[in-house]
């Protein structure tokens, strides 16, 4: 999914371009700084909580912002081999940026759902 990307691009950001690395911080959904022990490990590879507030304080502040925005719902509904991007109702984080005038810079990861077998079994649970 793309939150294995993102953390394996964490660890290679660090070592390609260092300077870069310090001053980007990853929104993360809210619900995950309320678990135990995956709060720590949010903290420690750099991600916030994805108010709106608090991206707009990192961004008055310089830093860059890491936005996954397919959330909860490409994690979830992931299919194995299938593409799917959910972007529909995700507008905020470019009115946030026009508003703010920093540039956005779109990346796709192709292939990333071809990493693990998923069942169809409960997906009108999911």
């Not at 939150?3 to 394996?8: N, T």
């Not at 959330?71 to 593409?83: A, R, S």
């Not at 071809?114 to 169809?120: A, E, G, L, Q, Y």
């Given at each position: ?28 959904a809210s619900v ?11 903290m420690w590879t ?65 292939g990333t759902s ?13």
């Amino acid at each position: 999914t793309s939150s294995d990307f993102r953390i394996l691009m964490d660890g290679i950001l660090h070592t390609v371009l260092p300077s870069v690395a310090e001053k980007l911080r990853v929104l993360t959904a809210s619900v995950l700084f309320r678990i135990p022990l995956v709060r720590e490990v949010a903290m420690w590879t750099r991600c916030v909580d994805a108010r709106r507030s608090v991206a707009e304080k990192l961004l008055d502040n310089r830093y860059s912002i890491l936005v996954l925005p397919g959330g909860m719902d490409e994690q979830i509904l992931t299919q194995y081999q299938k593409e799917t991007i959910y972007l529909r109702k995700r507008k905020g984080f470019i009115k946030l940026a026009m508003r703010k005038g920093v540039p956005v810079v779109p990346v796709y990861v192709f292939g990333t759902s071809d990493h693990f077998v998923t069942s169809n079994a409960f997906f009108g649970v999911r």
